[in-house]
């Protein structure tokens, strides 16, 4: 199998909160991961006949396409492919000369902020349903009592193991995928374009709109529209969530609600992770950016264009500020904020992973311990 080794560039901290725990490979853009996107990739070379002695390097913020396998196979030894001032790939040991078209279509896709996350989700995901549906032996919705389908039943893709009680599904603007051991509780209403995950519960009464992703063992319920659920996350109860990105294992208590939109319809400030400062987004609409780990209360209330890093914990009824940085221990309702303890935080995690049978792994456990000392360091 040919090698494919990803590699970060100095462009990642756009990406933030998100790469700062599972590195850019971890991030889930559209239905799947970078890792897993290049994990295919590696086969595809596979097929075309190369083997243990390529390797490549890859830049992690690139999104391949079905091009992508052909222009790496073309690639020569040591050669480098570069656009503009951006290291795309690089063949450490190609002894495939020739087995490739070493051309793609266009110039290669790159994540370049995590707000693309939510705001190109629907082109991503239409790429995806052929993938989705080779991976998960999807088949069009069978006759399912008490569940309606408006649109095309060719578009309500469902997994052999996948369980749906009385539901509404609307396909008429893009497809509706629910993965493998999903469960869709009665009463829920989907609209496509929409990705449900392996595993992942969709609890009773919820409005999932898309382009939204439901990542891996997420359990979501309330009104939900065009948001990243990245995987192993839990918004069950109600409230809204619109424009938004949620990272892995956090927690939204119930009556957790965002705002994505402007009492003004202007222009939505974010915090920017390089110049430390709100900055316009360009975005009308933009809601929460949640990374890894981090939960919040029942009653929290966010601001448009809000930034909360892995590992906060925000209780008591409020709005919480626009950014809260790493470790942020922060009562909504008086605004007091404490550095949160490092074991204090790795237990809890070790706890919410054991029930879904997981453990932090060793690099998990390093990057939180960083950026851990990173806040302590600061002290902000």
């Known amino acids: 199998m040919p ?16 790469h700062l725990v599972d590195g850019v490979s971890g991030i889930r853009c559209g239905a799947w991961t970078q890792q897993e996107r290049w994990d295919q990739i590696a086969d595809d070379l596979r097929r075309m006949g ?3 002695a390529d390797v490549f390097d890859i830049n992690a913020r690139w999104i391949p396409d079905e091009s992508a396998a ?20 690089k063949a450490q040991r190609s002894t495939s000369i020739g087995k490739g078209t070493g051309q793609t279509v266009g110039q290669p896709r790159l994540i370049c902020h995590a707000n693309q996350l ?18 998960w032996s999807l088949t069009p919705l069978e006759t399912v009592p008490h569940t309606a389908v408006y649109g095309s039943v060719d ?9 749906i009680r009385a539901a509404s599904i609307d396909t008429e603007a893009g497809p509706v995928v629910i993965g493998p051991r999903a469960t869709i509780e009665p009463g829920t209403h989907l609209k496509g374009p929409l990705v449900i995950c392996e595993g992942a519960t969709v609890r009773m009464g919820a409005c999932i709109s898309g382009p939204t992703v439901i990542g891996p ?28 990105v949620i990272g892995r294992w956090c927690n939204l208590g119930a009556g957790t609600e965002s705002s994505n939109l402007k009492n003004t319809y202007g222009e939505v400030r974010q915090w920017d992770a390089d110049s430390g400062t709100l900055k316009g987004s360009g975005l009308q609409f933009c809601g929460l950016l949640m990374g890894d780990h981090s939960k919040c209360g029942i ?3 966010f601001n448009t264009g809000t930034v909360i890093d892995p590992a906060c914990v925000i209780f008591d009824a409020g709005f919480p500020p626009k950014h809260l940085p790493a470790f942020s221990w922060y009562n909504a309702r008086s605004g007091d904020m ?43």
């Not at 052909?70 to 795309?88: K, P």
């Open 299 to 301: 009653g929290t209330t």
């Open 70 to 89: 052909g222009a790496l196979a073309g690639m020569t030894h040591g050669s480098e492919w570069r656009e503009g001032d951006v290291l795309i790939a």
């Open 338 to 380: 404490e550095v949160q303890d490092l074991d204090r935080m790795l237990g809890t995690a070790e706890k919410v992973m054991a029930r879904r049978g997981m453990e932090i792994s060793e690099a998990q456990r390093a990057n939180l311990t960083l950026l851990h000392l990173k806040r302590s360091d600061t002290g902000a």
């Open 50 to 52: 190369l083997d243990d």
């Open 3 to 18: 090698t494919i080794r990803l590699f970060e560039d100095e462009q990642c901290s756009a990406l933030h909160p998100f």
């Open 118 to 135: 939510f705001t190109e989700l629907e082109s991503q995901l239409a790429k995806d349903v052929p993938s989705l549906l080779k991976t």
């Open 217 to 244: 063992h997420c359990k979501v319920g309330g009104e939900i529209s065009n948001v990243s659920f990245q995987g192993w996350a839990n918004k069950a109860h109600g409230g809204f969530l619109g424009n938004s």
């Open 155 to 163: 578009q309500a893709l469902v997994a052999s193991d996948a369980r």
